[in-house]
């Protein structure tokens, strides 16, 4: 079974600092991709990786910034924290192709920004 | 017009009936259709795919896709209350490398 494995399942975090949300998968996948997911919202995209070192904006990159430096390591970064950034934050993973098994995600963390 | 419509819900059925979650999108360059089943606090979980027209079963869950029409639906057969959860449609286009995600249905079965 492919796994996906987030850090932290919940973080507490003060405005103003610079946080780090883990993601490692474990089945050799080559994309990676990071959701924010807030009530009445849905799962929006933040950024994506389709290979080492490579990153694509998602829809919401604003305020994030993402790291890819090992294939199954996917780091997502908040510059700055903020208040509008407490959400529950989703890594997810795919093969190349992979139309017929979509993504696998995380467990997810809830990240709460005071 | 948003890339994948869902109605928000909740649907509520009673234990043992059917549910009926619909879903339509609009990029006919979609080859592919996920559901997955989301429960309150928890992440997202694949239950079903399907990329051909017309029927894929697999237990008590149904998918039925017309691209023509561009709508893809999950019939959930002898629902349970432990099938009570949100379920997303997502369209792949195989461009894109991306999964496109509906809001979800939050389906509710009554005991």
């Known amino acids: 079974d492919v796994k996906v494995t987030q850090s932290s399942r919940y973080l507490v975090k003060r405005t103003g600092e610079k946080v780090f949300l883990e993601c490692v998968q474990d089945m050799d996948h080559e994309n990676m991709f990071w959701y924010r997911q807030d009530p009445g919202l849905g799962l929006r995209l933040i950024y994506f990786s389709y290979d080492v070192k490579m990153k694509e904006k998602g829809d919401i990159p604003e305020g994030y910034s993402v790291s890819r430096e090992k294939k199954e390591r996917f780091s997502l970064i908040l510059e700055s924290a903020s208040t509008n950034q407490t959400s529950m934050y989703l890594c997810a993973s795919s093969s190349h192709g992979q139309g017929n098994y979509g993504y696998t995600f995380g467990s997810g963390t809830r990240l709460t920004v005071v | 017009q948003k890339e994948v419509e869902q109605n928000s819900g909740p649907l509520s059925v009673p234990e043992g009936a059917i549910a009926s979650l619909n879903c339509t999108y609009s990029d006919r360059g979609s080859q592919s259709f996920f559901w997955y089943r989301q429960y309150s606090g928890k992440s997202p979980e694949l239950i079903m795919f399907?990329?051909?027209?017309g029927d894929k079963e697999d237990g008590r869950f149904t998918a039925q896709l017309n691209k023509a029409s561009q709508y893809v639906s999950l019939l959930i057969r002898d629902s349970q209350p432990s099938d009570s959860a949100t379920y997303l449609c997502a369209p792949w286009t195989d461009s894109s490398y991306k999964l496109i995600f509906g809001s979800g249905t939050r389906l509710l079965v009554r005991p």
């Open positions: 399907i990329y051909s027209n």
